[in-house]
Nanobody
């Protein structure tokens, strides 16, 4: 079992940056692949980024490549999403996710956080 709590969301102007954090509980955190998803009002939840348990593999949605960076610190049971050059279309609720399977973490992960709101003003 993994419990996930996101933080770091807020209101930022277009072109600005935010860093989201996800704190995980559970002794086996380091064995989980971790991901970030987002959901804008009226839209389906979509994949944003994922990292494998060692952090050696990462994957990004095309819409955020070159602007967002996912990283993890297994000693701190944490995963981060650095978001740069933010655009109004990045406005959404951002969710942290975890799964033991790399193949599932960017599709249908088993564990979810409650989300943190990111709003980008134009």
């Amino acid at each position: 079992q993994v419990q996930l709590v996101e933080s770091g969301g807020g209101l930022v102007q277009a072109g600005g940056s935010l860093r989201l954090s996800c704190a995980a509980s559970g002794r086996t955190f380091s064995t989980y692949s971790m991901g970030w998803f987002r959901q804008a009002p009226g839209k389906e939840r979509e994949f944003v980024a994922a990292t494998s348990w060692r952090g050696t593999n990462t994957r990004y949605a095309d819409s955020v490549k070159g602007r967002f960076t996912i990283s993890r610190d297994n000693a701190r049971n944490a995963v981060y999403l650095q978001m740069n050059s933010l655009k109004p279309e990045d406005t959404a609720m951002y969710f942290c996710a975890a799964d033991e399977s790399w193949l599932r973490v960017f599709t249908t992960p088993d564990y979810w956080g409650q989300g943190t709101q990111v709003t980008v003003s134009s």
